[in-house]
């Protein structure tokens, strides 16, 4: 069985995320579910990075350990990716005694190998960012990353050689045309990283002591990012006694991050990896960030919000339908309550919901809910039956390509030749007439074929919809192979109650 490595980026532990902490989580749930439906043995990591100076301070403040700190907020996350139906294999916690233990020893080997060396640091340093910065790549005096006050840093501190790997990078990067994508992020990477030069990296701290302590010299504890990135590799047990995930599952097939994380995995984690004499992932992909009234999302702007009021409100399918399908994967996108209305509306309620429900209703009115096809064709099925029965290959294209929504717009380009084609059949005028019968029950067989053959390719984004699809179908006919030929729905049997699959919103109640 063919394998899929997939992972996000592991989360500093908050206690309040928002709805852009969900995207990232949401779009891999949802390819990793998608790779598990086509048949593959699929790993999918994410976590929480628990060590640095930002937490320790904020532990602080809150006059408790950063250990309490991080324990009394990792449950956070947990419980919001369970009300978003984030069904990953592993959590992660980089303070989890393993992934210390192999952070430890990874560290040694660089060393020891003349990788890591010591000197002084006198530099930049971003706290909220975790981030080095020298004093030219400064934005108006601020944080390029963030836009927040650096203060100045002056420490013994060891040092990853970094620029060693800079050739090895670039050729790499030139070799492998996917490394990096999108290709906006692979150019800037190249331009304005690569090319003018790497400087090696400051890997330890000592003016806080919240981090693993490097085993030879304690006073310094190890930098967050290198703590951080290495989990890719500690959570398939590598350097430990139990390394079978680590032979099996790497190198990674995708490392999903947001885009102001893009240089972290791209340059500093494949010197890590070349150093280690480790394979690189296939694929990095940066997206873009989901932004309220043009502006990114916080607790200070005021247009913070827990997503589970949300989740609560619109239902777990909707903000995971309305993340993947709004934004095209790469780009910015914006996120608002109208527009999430507008959404869950035309293409749930309207073009999926409304349809099951009609098609639900005419089963039970004209046949009682049996499930009949007496192959009365018509040349008009072909076109609907077509498309469904390839539909599955241009949702794999599109999957293959990451455009999401794309492929989640084929999926309803079968939904909406649906509806019309109900328009055009009439079957409530073929209804009026027993000569008729046939007919009818053939155009009703094709209508509930197709919610089958649609909601299999649409369980790995919307899975609470697709179970109550199933339900109402009453079918156990949903592996991924029966949707690449049309007649997979059970005939004799008798289909389920009609129940609405979405309600509607009312835009102006919304405002
Ligand atoms: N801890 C680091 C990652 C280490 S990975 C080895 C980190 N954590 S984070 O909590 O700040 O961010 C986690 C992810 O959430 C990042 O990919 C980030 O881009 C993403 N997002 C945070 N805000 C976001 C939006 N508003 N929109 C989309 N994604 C956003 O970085």
């Known amino acids: 069985m063919e394998k899929f490595y997939i992972t996000t980026p592991i989360y500093y532990p908050s206690a309040n995320f928002h709805i852009g902490h969900c995207y990232t989580t949401i779009i891999a749930d949802s390819i990793a579910r998608y790779n598990k439906l086509i048949g593959k043995d699929v790993f999918f990591l994410t976590g929480t990075d628990e060590h640095g100076e930002k937490i320790q301070k904020k532990a602080e403040i809150e006059?408790?350990?950063?250990?309490?700190?991080?324990?009394?907020?990792?449950?956070?996350?947990?419980?919001?990716?369970k009300c978003l139906d984030i069904e990953y294999t592993k959590f992660i916690r980089t303070t989890d005694e393993y992934h210390e233990e192999a952070v430890k020893k990874i560290f040694n080997k660089l060393y020891n190998q003349g990788d890591i060396y010591k000197g002084e640091y006198e530099g930049l340093y971003c706290t909220p960012c975790e981030s080095f910065w020298t004093e030219t790549q400064l934005v108006d005096g601020k944080c390029p990353d963030c836009g927040r006050d650096v203060h100045i840093v002056k420490e013994e501190s060891y040092f990853f050689r970094l620029s060693k790997y800079q050739d090895r990078i670039l050729d790499y990067i030139s070799n492998h045309p996917d490394f990096i994508q999108p290709e906006s992020r692979k150019n800037e990477m190249i331009n304005n990283f690569l090319k003018p030069g790497l400087e090696d990296v400051c890997v330890s701290r000592t003016t806080f002591n919240w981090g693993i302590p490097i085993t030879f010299d304690p006073k310094h504890v190890v930098y967050v990012w290198i703590d951080a990135l290495t989990n890719y590799i500690t959570a398939l047990g590598y350097m430990s006694e139990d390394d079978t995930n680590f032979k099996k599952y790497w190198p990674a097939n995708l490392h999903l991050v947001g885009k102001e994380i893009v240089r972290f995995?791209?340059?500093?984690?494949?010197?890590?990896?070349?150093?280690?004499?480790?394979?690189?992932?296939?694929?990095?992909?940066?997206?873009?960030?989901?932004?309220?009234?043009?502006?990114?999302?916080?607790?200070?702007?005021?247009?913070?919000?827990?997503?589970?009021?949300?989740?609560?409100?619109?239902?777990?399918?909707?903000?995971?339908?309305?993340?993947?399908?709004?934004?095209?994967?790469?780009?910015?996108g914006s996120f608002s309550v109208s527009s999430l209305i507008s959404r869950i509306n035309s293409d749930l309620a309207n073009i999926l919901g409304n349809l099951l429900n009609r098609t639900i209703s005419m089963s039970k009115k004209y046949f009682n809910g049996l499930i009949i096809n007496e192959k009365v064709y018509d040349k008009i099925d072909d076109d609907l039956i077509n498309y469904a029965e390839n539909l599955y290959k241009i949702v794999d294209n599109n999957m293959n390509n990451l455009h999401i929504s794309d492929a989640l717009e084929s999926i309803f380009e079968l939904l909406r030749k649906c509806n019309k084609y109900i328009d055009e059949t009439t079957p409530?005028?073929?209804?009026?007439?027993?000569?008729?019968?046939?007919?009818?029950?053939t155009v009703l067989y094709n209508l509930l074929e197709c919610l089958r053959i649609s909601s299999i390719l649409l369980s790995p984004f919307i899975p609470n919809t697709s179970r109550e699809t199933f339900k109402q179908l009453n079918t156990k006919n949903i592996s991924y192979d029966s949707c690449k030929k049309f007649g997979g729905l059970e005939l004799g049997s008798y289909v389920g109650e009609p129940k609405p699959l979405f309600k509607r919103f009312e835009l102006e109640e919304e405002k």
Do not use: C, Q
């Open 265 to 332: 995995h791209t340059i500093i984690w494949p010197a890590i990896l070349m150093a280690l004499d480790l394979p690189l992932p296939e694929k990095i992909f940066g997206h873009g960030w989901l932004i309220i009234d043009g502006g990114k999302i916080s607790k200070s702007l005021g247009n913070y919000k827990d997503p589970r009021e949300y989740i609560d409100k619109f239902g777990s399918d909707s903000i995971r339908y309305f993340s993947l399908r709004e934004v095209p994967f790469g780009n910015d």
């Open 63 to 81: 006059g408790i350990s950063p250990k309490e700190y991080v324990d009394k907020i990792v449950e956070n996350a947990k419980d919001l990716w």
């Open 428 to 441: 409530w005028i073929l209804a009026k007439n027993d000569e008729n019968k046939g007919r009818l029950g």
